[in-house]
RNA sequence: GGCUCAUUGGUCAAGCGGUCAAGACGUCGCCCUCUCACGGCGAAAACAGCGGUUCGAUUCCGCUAUGAGCUGCCA
Protein backbone atom coordinates (compact mmCIF):
# COMPACT_ATOMS: atom_id res chain seq x y z
CA UNK A 1 0.00 0.00 0.00
CA UNK A 2 1.24 3.52 -0.89
CA UNK A 3 2.62 5.58 2.31
CA UNK A 4 0.33 9.03 2.71
CA UNK A 5 1.18 11.06 5.25
CA UNK A 6 -1.13 14.55 5.71
CA UNK A 7 0.14 17.88 7.23
CA UNK A 8 -2.86 19.11 8.88
CA UNK A 9 -2.51 22.01 11.02
CA UNK A 10 -5.12 24.94 11.48
CA UNK A 11 -4.82 28.40 10.71
CA UNK A 12 -3.97 29.95 13.47
CA UNK A 13 -1.30 32.01 12.37
CA UNK A 14 2.69 31.73 11.73
CA UNK A 15 3.90 27.93 12.01
CA UNK A 16 5.80 27.67 14.89
CA UNK A 17 9.01 25.49 14.46
CA UNK A 18 7.25 22.04 16.29
CA UNK A 19 5.02 22.31 13.57
CA UNK A 20 7.18 22.58 11.11
CA UNK A 21 8.88 19.68 12.09
CA UNK A 22 5.71 17.46 12.56
CA UNK A 23 5.32 18.95 8.74
CA UNK A 24 8.78 17.61 7.50
CA UNK A 25 8.55 14.30 9.17
CA UNK A 26 5.86 13.76 7.44
CA UNK A 27 6.88 14.88 4.03
CA UNK A 28 9.80 12.62 4.69
CA UNK A 29 8.28 9.84 5.45
CA UNK A 30 6.24 9.86 2.11
CA UNK A 31 8.84 11.11 0.41
CA UNK A 32 11.13 8.35 1.58
CA UNK A 33 9.13 5.15 0.63
CA UNK A 34 7.68 7.43 -2.79
CA UNK A 35 4.76 7.80 -1.11
CA UNK A 36 2.38 10.78 -0.94
CA UNK A 37 2.23 14.60 1.04
CA UNK A 38 -1.12 15.27 1.52
CA UNK A 39 -1.96 19.39 3.09
CA UNK A 40 -5.16 19.04 4.77
CA UNK A 41 -6.39 22.72 6.43
CA UNK A 42 -7.86 22.08 10.04
CA UNK A 43 -10.26 25.23 10.53
CA UNK A 44 -12.77 23.59 12.62
CA UNK A 45 -12.05 26.32 15.62
CA UNK A 46 -13.88 28.98 14.30
CA UNK A 47 -12.83 31.70 16.84
CA UNK A 48 -9.19 30.90 16.68
CA UNK A 49 -9.24 31.16 12.88
CA UNK A 50 -6.63 34.04 11.58
CA UNK A 51 -7.43 35.94 8.04
CA UNK A 52 -4.26 35.35 6.38
CA UNK A 53 -3.30 32.53 8.19
CA UNK A 54 -3.44 30.08 5.60
CA UNK A 55 -1.28 31.89 3.15
CA UNK A 56 1.54 31.62 6.00
CA UNK A 57 0.96 27.91 5.40
CA UNK A 58 1.22 28.12 1.72
CA UNK A 59 4.22 30.34 1.86
CA UNK A 60 5.79 28.50 4.90
CA UNK A 61 5.42 25.21 2.48
CA UNK A 62 6.81 26.96 -0.62
CA UNK A 63 9.72 28.24 1.25
CA UNK A 64 10.51 24.72 3.18
CA UNK A 65 10.25 22.72 -0.31
CA UNK A 66 8.00 20.70 1.57
CA UNK A 67 5.72 20.84 -1.75
CA UNK A 68 2.65 18.95 -1.39
CA UNK A 69 1.23 16.13 -3.58
CA UNK A 70 -2.37 16.99 -2.63
CA UNK A 71 -4.43 19.94 -0.86
CA UNK A 72 -6.92 22.62 -1.39
CA UNK A 73 -5.28 23.61 -4.30
CA UNK A 74 -4.72 20.37 -5.97
CA UNK A 75 -7.88 17.70 -5.28
CA UNK A 76 -6.56 14.10 -6.40
CA UNK A 77 -10.01 12.72 -5.48
CA UNK A 78 -10.15 13.05 -1.60
CA UNK A 79 -11.34 16.44 -1.17
CA UNK A 80 -12.53 18.63 -0.25
CA UNK A 81 -9.55 19.49 2.04
CA UNK A 82 -10.42 22.09 4.02
CA UNK A 83 -12.68 21.00 7.17
CA UNK A 84 -14.62 23.45 6.99
CA UNK A 85 -16.09 22.62 3.43
CA UNK A 86 -16.23 19.13 4.78
CA UNK A 87 -18.70 19.72 7.58
CA UNK A 88 -20.48 21.99 5.03
CA UNK A 89 -21.08 19.06 3.26
CA UNK A 90 -21.79 17.19 6.31
CA UNK A 91 -19.52 14.46 6.04
CA UNK A 92 -18.63 14.79 10.03
CA UNK A 93 -22.48 14.91 11.28
CA UNK A 94 -22.95 11.70 9.39
CA UNK A 95 -19.72 9.34 10.50
CA UNK A 96 -20.73 10.89 14.09
CA UNK A 97 -24.49 9.45 13.48
CA UNK A 98 -23.30 6.48 12.47
CA UNK A 99 -21.67 6.09 15.87
CA UNK A 100 -25.03 6.87 17.74
CA UNK A 101 -26.69 4.08 16.40
CA UNK A 102 -23.87 1.84 16.89
CA UNK A 103 -24.22 3.22 20.75
CA UNK A 104 -20.90 4.25 20.37
CA UNK A 105 -21.61 7.92 20.89
CA UNK A 106 -24.90 9.77 21.97
CA UNK A 107 -26.64 13.32 21.93
CA UNK A 108 -25.37 15.71 24.83
CA UNK A 109 -27.83 18.11 25.67
CA UNK A 110 -25.99 19.97 28.86
CA UNK A 111 -25.58 23.36 29.11
CA UNK A 112 -22.53 24.72 29.70
CA UNK A 113 -23.57 25.86 33.36
CA UNK A 114 -24.16 21.94 34.21
CA UNK A 115 -20.47 21.48 32.67
CA UNK A 116 -19.42 24.29 34.68
CA UNK A 117 -20.74 22.20 38.01
CA UNK A 118 -18.88 19.31 37.46
CA UNK A 119 -15.70 20.64 37.58
CA UNK A 120 -13.87 19.97 40.60
CA UNK A 121 -10.47 21.48 42.12
CA UNK A 122 -7.70 19.26 42.62
CA UNK A 123 -6.45 19.58 45.92
CA UNK A 124 -2.84 19.86 46.43
CA UNK A 125 -1.85 21.47 43.30
CA UNK A 126 -0.84 24.75 42.16
CA UNK A 127 -3.60 27.40 41.98
CA UNK A 128 -6.94 26.81 40.88
CA UNK A 129 -6.56 23.60 38.44
CA UNK A 130 -9.65 21.99 37.77
CA UNK A 131 -10.39 18.73 36.20
CA UNK A 132 -13.80 17.52 34.94
CA UNK A 133 -15.03 14.20 33.34
CA UNK A 134 -18.59 14.46 32.23
CA UNK A 135 -21.03 11.94 34.24
CA UNK A 136 -22.42 10.32 31.23
CA UNK A 137 -25.71 12.38 32.26
CA UNK A 138 -26.79 12.45 28.89
CA UNK A 139 -26.51 8.97 27.90
CA UNK A 140 -29.61 7.61 29.86
CA UNK A 141 -31.78 10.16 28.07
CA UNK A 142 -34.70 8.37 26.66
CA UNK A 143 -35.17 7.97 22.89
CA UNK A 144 -38.27 10.49 23.22
CA UNK A 145 -36.31 13.07 25.73
CA UNK A 146 -33.33 13.05 23.04
CA UNK A 147 -36.07 13.63 20.12
CA UNK A 148 -37.99 16.29 21.85
CA UNK A 149 -34.79 18.18 22.81
CA UNK A 150 -33.94 17.92 19.35
CA UNK A 151 -36.90 18.89 18.27
CA UNK A 152 -37.15 21.83 20.23
CA UNK A 153 -33.97 23.47 19.02
CA UNK A 154 -31.48 22.76 21.96
CA UNK A 155 -28.22 23.16 21.54
CA UNK A 156 -26.29 19.51 21.83
CA UNK A 157 -23.12 18.21 21.34
CA UNK A 158 -22.57 14.70 20.01
CA UNK A 159 -19.91 12.60 22.68
CA UNK A 160 -18.02 9.69 22.16
CA UNK A 161 -19.54 6.73 24.55
CA UNK A 162 -16.47 5.17 26.52
CA UNK A 163 -16.88 2.17 28.84
CA UNK A 164 -15.82 2.26 32.20
CA UNK A 165 -14.50 -1.02 32.32
CA UNK A 166 -11.69 -2.73 30.13
CA UNK A 167 -8.57 -0.94 28.66
CA UNK A 168 -7.74 0.00 25.87
CA UNK A 169 -4.03 -0.40 23.77
CA UNK A 170 -2.53 1.03 20.53
CA UNK A 171 1.18 0.45 19.45
CA UNK A 172 2.93 3.42 18.50
CA UNK A 173 5.94 3.32 16.58
CA UNK A 174 8.51 5.21 18.29
CA UNK A 175 6.74 4.29 22.19
CA UNK A 176 5.51 0.92 21.95
CA UNK A 177 2.33 -0.26 23.03
CA UNK A 178 0.80 1.91 25.68
CA UNK A 179 -2.31 1.10 27.76
CA UNK A 180 -5.33 2.44 29.74
CA UNK A 181 -7.95 2.15 31.29
CA UNK A 182 -10.99 3.02 29.80
CA UNK A 183 -12.61 4.64 32.81
CA UNK A 184 -9.52 7.02 32.48
CA UNK A 185 -10.98 8.48 29.48
CA UNK A 186 -13.34 11.03 29.06
CA UNK A 187 -16.54 11.14 26.91
CA UNK A 188 -14.61 13.37 24.44
CA UNK A 189 -17.01 15.52 22.15
CA UNK A 190 -17.15 14.56 18.80
CA UNK A 191 -19.21 17.36 17.29
CA UNK A 192 -19.54 20.59 18.85
CA UNK A 193 -22.74 22.29 19.41
CA UNK A 194 -21.68 24.92 16.61
CA UNK A 195 -21.78 21.46 14.24
CA UNK A 196 -18.33 21.79 13.66
CA UNK A 197 -16.02 18.29 14.61
CA UNK A 198 -13.65 18.80 17.08
CA UNK A 199 -10.01 18.37 15.57
CA UNK A 200 -10.14 14.74 17.03
CA UNK A 201 -12.64 13.72 15.66
CA UNK A 202 -12.65 15.06 12.36
CA UNK A 203 -8.66 14.18 12.32
CA UNK A 204 -10.02 9.92 12.62
CA UNK A 205 -12.21 10.29 10.30
CA UNK A 206 -10.15 12.48 7.46
CA UNK A 207 -7.75 10.47 7.87
CA UNK A 208 -9.57 7.44 7.61
CA UNK A 209 -11.03 8.59 4.28
CA UNK A 210 -8.51 10.39 2.71
CA UNK A 211 -6.09 6.89 3.44
CA UNK A 212 -3.37 8.11 5.61
CA UNK A 213 -1.46 5.36 6.31
CA UNK A 214 1.40 7.38 9.06
CA UNK A 215 -0.35 9.73 11.65
CA UNK A 216 2.77 11.73 12.75
CA UNK A 217 2.53 14.17 15.58
CA UNK A 218 3.82 15.82 18.72
CA UNK A 219 3.40 13.41 21.60
CA UNK A 220 1.32 15.96 23.51
CA UNK A 221 -1.11 13.86 21.91
CA UNK A 222 0.05 10.01 23.21
CA UNK A 223 -2.75 10.85 26.09
CA UNK A 224 -5.52 11.23 23.49
CA UNK A 225 -4.57 8.54 21.14
CA UNK A 226 -6.80 5.95 23.15
CA UNK A 227 -9.65 7.65 21.99
CA UNK A 228 -8.91 7.46 18.70
CA UNK A 229 -8.23 3.86 18.99
CA UNK A 230 -11.41 3.19 20.28
CA UNK A 231 -13.08 5.38 17.39
CA UNK A 232 -11.32 3.26 14.90
CA UNK A 233 -12.70 0.05 16.22
CA UNK A 234 -16.31 1.65 16.62
CA UNK A 235 -16.00 1.95 13.29
CA UNK A 236 -14.31 -0.91 12.26
CA UNK A 237 -11.80 0.98 10.49
CA UNK A 238 -8.02 0.15 10.51
CA UNK A 239 -5.78 2.07 12.49
CA UNK A 240 -2.96 3.84 10.76
CA UNK A 241 0.96 3.52 11.72
CA UNK A 242 0.87 6.23 14.72
CA UNK A 243 4.13 8.27 15.01
CA UNK A 244 4.13 10.34 18.15
CA UNK A 245 7.45 12.77 18.24
CA UNK A 246 9.29 13.80 21.14
CA UNK A 247 8.44 17.56 21.95
CA UNK A 248 10.64 20.20 21.42
CA UNK A 249 10.91 22.84 24.24
CA UNK A 250 12.17 26.20 24.99
CA UNK A 251 15.38 26.57 27.24
CA UNK A 252 13.30 26.34 30.18
CA UNK A 253 12.08 22.91 29.07
CA UNK A 254 8.90 24.00 28.47
CA UNK A 255 6.68 23.20 25.44
CA UNK A 256 7.04 25.35 22.46
CA UNK A 257 3.74 27.09 21.15
CA UNK A 258 2.53 29.58 19.55
CA UNK A 259 1.25 31.27 22.49
CA UNK A 260 3.96 31.39 24.32
CA UNK A 261 5.72 33.75 21.41
CA UNK A 262 8.78 31.34 20.49
CA UNK A 263 9.75 31.71 17.23
CA UNK A 264 7.82 30.54 14.52
CA UNK A 265 9.58 29.56 10.83
CA UNK A 266 8.59 33.45 10.10
CA UNK A 267 10.08 34.78 12.65
CA UNK A 268 13.68 32.80 12.26
CA UNK A 269 13.64 34.02 8.51
CA UNK A 270 13.20 37.55 9.42
CA UNK A 271 16.15 36.97 11.83
CA UNK A 272 18.40 36.15 8.88
CA UNK A 273 17.69 32.46 9.02
CA UNK A 274 17.69 30.61 5.78
CA UNK A 275 14.77 28.18 5.32
CA UNK A 276 17.43 25.02 4.43
CA UNK A 277 19.10 25.49 7.53
CA UNK A 278 16.02 25.93 9.62
CA UNK A 279 14.82 22.46 8.28
CA UNK A 280 18.08 20.87 8.68
CA UNK A 281 18.39 21.99 12.07
CA UNK A 282 14.81 20.44 13.35
CA UNK A 283 15.10 17.45 11.36
CA UNK A 284 17.72 16.61 13.58
CA UNK A 285 15.25 17.51 17.18
CA UNK A 286 14.51 14.79 17.70
CA UNK A 287 15.83 12.08 14.78
CA UNK A 288 19.42 11.36 14.36
CA UNK A 289 20.75 9.51 10.63
CA UNK A 290 22.86 6.20 10.86
CA UNK A 291 26.27 8.06 10.23
CA UNK A 292 27.04 11.07 12.00
CA UNK A 293 26.65 13.56 8.95
CA UNK A 294 25.11 16.58 10.68
CA UNK A 295 24.65 18.96 7.52
CA UNK A 296 21.59 17.32 5.33
CA UNK A 297 19.85 18.88 1.69
CA UNK A 298 16.03 17.88 1.89
CA UNK A 299 17.06 15.36 -1.04
CA UNK A 300 19.52 14.11 1.36
CA UNK A 301 16.96 13.75 4.20
CA UNK A 302 14.30 12.14 2.22
CA UNK A 303 16.84 9.70 1.28
CA UNK A 304 18.01 8.60 4.75
CA UNK A 305 15.05 9.44 6.84
CA UNK A 306 14.15 6.08 9.04
CA UNK A 307 10.59 6.70 11.27
CA UNK A 308 11.78 4.25 13.25
CA UNK A 309 15.20 6.12 14.39
CA UNK A 310 12.93 8.98 15.92
CA UNK A 311 14.07 9.44 19.42
CA UNK A 312 11.36 9.39 22.63
CA UNK A 313 12.71 11.98 24.63
CA UNK A 314 12.16 15.87 24.63
CA UNK A 315 14.17 18.20 22.99
CA UNK A 316 15.56 21.32 23.82
CA UNK A 317 15.44 23.99 20.66
CA UNK A 318 19.19 25.39 20.63
CA UNK A 319 19.58 28.51 19.58
CA UNK A 320 23.09 28.64 19.42
CA UNK A 321 23.51 24.97 17.77
CA UNK A 322 20.90 26.70 15.22
CA UNK A 323 22.84 29.71 14.85
CA UNK A 324 26.15 27.44 14.05
CA UNK A 325 24.24 25.88 11.58
CA UNK A 326 22.83 28.47 9.95
CA UNK A 327 26.74 29.96 9.50
CA UNK A 328 27.58 26.76 7.54
CA UNK A 329 24.91 27.27 5.62
CA UNK A 330 26.02 30.90 4.71
CA UNK A 331 29.45 29.87 4.17
CA UNK A 332 28.91 26.80 1.52
CA UNK A 333 25.92 29.49 -0.21
CA UNK A 334 26.98 30.02 -3.87
CA UNK A 335 27.98 33.45 -4.44
CA UNK A 336 25.33 34.89 -6.54
CA UNK A 337 23.09 33.45 -3.93
CA UNK A 338 24.52 34.98 -1.14
CA UNK A 339 24.42 38.10 -2.48
CA UNK A 340 20.82 38.09 -3.14
CA UNK A 341 20.53 37.02 0.54
CA UNK A 342 23.11 39.77 2.32
CA UNK A 343 22.57 42.85 -0.10
CA UNK A 344 19.26 43.90 1.52
CA UNK A 345 20.93 43.89 5.03
CA UNK A 346 23.99 45.66 4.02
CA UNK A 347 21.76 48.38 2.59
CA UNK A 348 20.52 48.89 5.59
CA UNK A 349 23.26 50.37 6.72
CA UNK A 350 25.27 51.46 4.05
CA UNK A 351 24.57 54.38 2.30
CA UNK A 352 27.45 55.32 0.36
CA UNK A 353 28.56 54.09 -2.92
CA UNK A 354 30.59 51.58 -1.83
CA UNK A 355 30.94 48.10 -3.79
CA UNK A 356 28.27 46.37 -1.85
CA UNK A 357 29.49 42.57 -3.02
CA UNK A 358 32.97 43.41 -1.90
CA UNK A 359 31.35 44.51 1.92
CA UNK A 360 28.80 41.03 1.57
CA UNK A 361 32.37 38.91 0.39
CA UNK A 362 34.37 40.35 3.73
CA UNK A 363 31.79 39.29 6.14
CA UNK A 364 30.38 35.55 4.54
CA UNK A 365 33.03 33.95 6.65
CA UNK A 366 31.98 35.94 9.73
CA UNK A 367 28.12 35.65 10.23
CA UNK A 368 26.22 33.63 11.68
CA UNK A 369 22.95 34.84 10.88
CA UNK A 370 22.22 37.94 8.13
CA UNK A 371 21.56 39.97 10.74
CA UNK A 372 24.71 39.83 11.77
CA UNK A 373 26.01 41.80 9.03
CA UNK A 374 25.28 45.41 10.23
CA UNK A 375 27.33 45.91 13.24
CA UNK A 376 30.14 44.32 11.10
CA UNK A 377 30.33 46.89 8.17
CA UNK A 378 28.91 49.89 10.05
CA UNK A 379 32.00 51.54 10.19
CA UNK A 380 32.32 51.62 6.31
CA UNK A 381 29.30 54.11 6.25
CA UNK A 382 31.10 55.89 9.06
CA UNK A 383 34.23 55.99 11.22
CA UNK A 384 33.28 55.71 14.77
CA UNK A 385 34.53 57.66 17.05
CA UNK A 386 37.24 55.92 18.98
CA UNK A 387 40.38 56.23 21.49
CA UNK A 388 44.18 56.79 20.85
CA UNK A 389 44.46 53.79 23.42
CA UNK A 390 43.30 51.51 20.43
CA UNK A 391 46.45 51.83 18.89
CA UNK A 392 48.07 50.09 21.56
CA UNK A 393 48.25 46.76 21.31
CA UNK A 394 50.20 44.42 23.20
CA UNK A 395 50.66 41.97 21.14
CA UNK A 396 51.21 43.80 18.09
CA UNK A 397 54.09 45.31 19.64
CA UNK A 398 52.59 49.36 19.19
CA UNK A 399 51.63 52.40 20.79
CA UNK A 400 50.43 55.86 19.74
CA UNK A 401 53.90 57.49 19.40
CA UNK A 402 54.68 54.44 17.21
CA UNK A 403 51.34 54.43 15.79
CA UNK A 404 51.77 58.32 14.47
CA UNK A 405 55.54 57.06 13.07
CA UNK A 406 53.95 54.51 10.68
CA UNK A 407 51.29 56.36 9.76
CA UNK A 408 52.91 59.80 8.94
CA UNK A 409 55.51 58.40 6.86
CA UNK A 410 52.91 55.65 5.32
CA UNK A 411 50.68 58.21 4.44
CA UNK A 412 52.96 60.02 1.75
CA UNK A 413 53.26 57.24 0.25
CA UNK A 414 49.58 56.12 0.09
CA UNK A 415 49.47 59.68 -1.53
CA UNK A 416 51.50 58.77 -4.66
CA UNK A 417 49.64 55.79 -5.01
CA UNK A 418 47.59 55.46 -8.46
CA UNK A 419 46.68 52.03 -8.25
CA UNK A 420 44.77 51.82 -5.51
CA UNK A 421 43.58 47.74 -5.61
CA UNK A 422 44.13 45.32 -3.05
CA UNK A 423 47.53 44.43 -4.48
CA UNK A 424 48.63 47.92 -4.81
CA UNK A 425 47.74 49.23 -1.81
CA UNK A 426 49.28 45.67 -0.35
CA UNK A 427 52.80 46.55 -1.96
CA UNK A 428 53.02 49.98 -0.94
CA UNK A 429 52.28 48.84 3.12
CA UNK A 430 54.83 45.69 2.29
CA UNK A 431 57.41 47.43 0.83
CA UNK A 432 57.31 50.25 3.91
CA UNK A 433 57.46 47.20 6.57
CA UNK A 434 60.11 45.52 4.89
CA UNK A 435 62.36 48.73 4.67
CA UNK A 436 61.52 49.60 8.12
CA UNK A 437 62.27 46.49 9.38
CA UNK A 438 59.28 46.48 11.67
CA UNK A 439 56.47 43.25 12.36
CA UNK A 440 53.54 43.30 9.74
CA UNK A 441 51.28 43.73 12.88
CA UNK A 442 53.53 46.88 13.45
CA UNK A 443 52.52 48.45 10.44
CA UNK A 444 49.24 46.84 9.52
CA UNK A 445 47.71 47.74 13.13
CA UNK A 446 48.05 51.26 13.28
CA UNK A 447 46.64 51.50 9.24
CA UNK A 448 43.70 49.23 10.38
CA UNK A 449 42.59 50.99 12.97
CA UNK A 450 42.63 54.80 11.45
CA UNK A 451 40.64 53.20 8.67
CA UNK A 452 38.34 51.62 10.65
CA UNK A 453 37.84 53.04 14.29
CA UNK A 454 37.27 49.30 15.30
CA UNK A 455 39.45 46.83 17.54
CA UNK A 456 38.09 43.98 14.91
CA UNK A 457 36.67 44.00 11.73
CA UNK A 458 36.30 41.50 8.56
CA UNK A 459 38.68 41.40 6.28
CA UNK A 460 42.43 43.34 6.91
CA UNK A 461 43.68 46.94 6.22
CA UNK A 462 44.04 46.49 2.58
CA UNK A 463 40.37 45.39 2.03
CA UNK A 464 38.76 47.54 3.92
CA UNK A 465 41.12 50.81 2.27
CA UNK A 466 40.36 49.16 -1.14
CA UNK A 467 36.56 49.51 -0.37
CA UNK A 468 36.58 52.77 0.98
CA UNK A 469 38.18 54.44 -1.52
CA UNK A 470 41.28 56.24 -1.81
CA UNK A 471 39.70 59.56 -0.90
CA UNK A 472 37.64 58.02 2.39
CA UNK A 473 40.83 55.91 3.53
CA UNK A 474 43.09 58.61 3.49
CA UNK A 475 41.06 61.28 4.79
CA UNK A 476 40.35 58.69 8.02
CA UNK A 477 44.28 57.87 8.28
CA UNK A 478 44.84 61.96 8.09
CA UNK A 479 42.23 61.95 10.75
CA UNK A 480 44.11 59.46 13.31
CA UNK A 481 47.30 61.32 12.72
CA UNK A 482 45.47 64.27 14.24
CA UNK A 483 44.38 62.25 17.00
CA UNK A 484 47.90 60.88 18.00
CA UNK A 485 49.64 63.93 17.29
CA UNK A 486 47.31 66.18 20.04
CA UNK A 487 47.82 62.09 22.52
CA UNK A 488 51.35 62.13 21.92
C1' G B 1 -4.45 15.14 42.22
C1' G B 2 -5.03 11.18 38.26
C1' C B 3 -3.11 9.19 33.82
C1' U B 4 0.74 8.87 30.09
C1' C B 5 5.64 9.58 28.59
C1' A B 6 10.63 10.60 29.39
C1' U B 7 15.75 10.73 32.05
C1' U B 8 23.63 9.57 28.47
C1' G B 9 28.29 16.00 29.29
C1' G B 10 25.32 23.01 29.49
C1' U B 11 22.59 21.61 24.50
C1' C B 12 21.57 18.05 20.16
C1' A B 13 22.77 13.05 20.39
C1' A B 14 25.21 7.58 19.12
C1' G B 15 24.62 3.26 21.94
C1' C B 16 20.22 -1.41 21.47
C1' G B 17 24.32 -7.08 27.82
C1' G B 18 30.93 -7.06 27.57
C1' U B 19 33.01 0.11 24.34
C1' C B 20 39.19 3.43 27.67
C1' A B 21 30.57 5.46 26.57
C1' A B 22 30.92 8.02 19.47
C1' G B 23 30.11 12.62 16.99
C1' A B 24 28.26 17.82 16.81
C1' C B 25 27.19 22.80 19.08
C1' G B 26 28.98 25.65 22.97
C1' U B 27 33.27 26.50 26.37
C1' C B 28 38.67 26.60 27.05
C1' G B 29 43.78 26.15 25.05
C1' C B 30 47.27 25.96 20.91
C1' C B 31 48.50 26.78 15.59
C1' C B 32 47.57 30.03 11.37
C1' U B 33 47.29 35.43 11.34
C1' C B 34 47.54 42.98 10.70
C1' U B 35 42.26 42.47 14.15
C1' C B 36 37.80 39.44 13.98
C1' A B 37 36.49 35.28 11.57
C1' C B 38 37.52 30.89 8.56
C1' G B 39 40.56 26.59 8.75
C1' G B 40 43.65 22.98 11.61
C1' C B 41 44.93 20.54 16.28
C1' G B 42 43.82 19.49 21.31
C1' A B 43 41.33 19.66 26.33
C1' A B 44 37.60 19.71 30.07
C1' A B 45 32.69 17.81 30.33
C1' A B 46 27.64 12.54 30.84
C1' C B 47 24.94 7.06 31.67
C1' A B 48 19.45 10.69 37.92
C1' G B 49 19.44 7.34 42.57
C1' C B 50 18.49 2.59 44.84
C1' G B 51 17.35 -2.34 44.40
C1' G B 52 16.99 -6.69 41.45
C1' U B 53 17.92 -10.26 36.79
C1' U B 54 22.74 -11.79 34.87
C1' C B 55 29.33 -14.37 34.88
C1' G B 56 28.67 -9.16 33.41
C1' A B 57 24.50 -3.74 33.20
C1' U B 58 24.18 2.86 30.22
C1' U B 59 21.48 -1.14 27.85
C1' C B 60 16.39 -5.79 30.78
C1' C B 61 12.78 -5.40 35.29
C1' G B 62 10.95 -2.77 39.73
C1' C B 63 10.85 1.36 43.05
C1' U B 64 12.16 6.44 44.10
C1' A B 65 13.41 11.20 42.39
C1' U B 66 13.13 14.83 38.73
C1' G B 67 11.02 16.77 34.31
C1' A B 68 7.31 17.06 30.65
C1' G B 69 2.54 16.26 28.34
C1' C B 70 -2.63 15.40 28.82
C1' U B 71 -6.70 16.01 32.03
C1' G B 72 -11.22 22.20 26.96
C1' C B 73 -17.56 22.47 22.74
C1' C B 74 -8.12 24.36 21.48
C1' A B 75 -5.38 21.87 18.37
Not at 63 to 75: M, Q, R, S
Request: charged letters at 30%; aromatic letters at 10%; hydrophobic letters at 35%.
Amino acid sequence: MKVRTRYAPSPTGRMHVGNLRTALYEYLIAKHENGEFILRIEDTDQERFVEGAVDIIYRTIEKTGLIHDEGPDKDKGFGPYIQSERQKAGIYLKYAKELIDKKEAYYCFCTKERLESLKCTVEGSEEGKEITKYDKHCLHLSKEEIEANLAAGIPYTIRQNIPQEGTTSFTDAVYGTITVENSELDDMILIKSDGFPTYNFANVVDDHLMQITHVVRGNEYLSSTPKYTRLYHAFGWEEPVYIHCPLITNEEHQKLSKRSGHSSFEDLIEKGFVPEAIINFIALLGWSPESDQEIFSLKELEEQFDYRRINKSPAVFDMTKLRWMNGEYIKAMEKEKYYEYALPYIQKVITKEYDLKLIADLVQTRIETFEDIAEKIDFFEQLPEYDCSMYTHKKMKTNSESSLEVLKELLPKLEELSDYSIAGIEQTIMTYIHDRGIKNGQGLWPVRTAVSGKQSTPGGAYEIMNILGKEESLYRIRKGIEMLSNNV
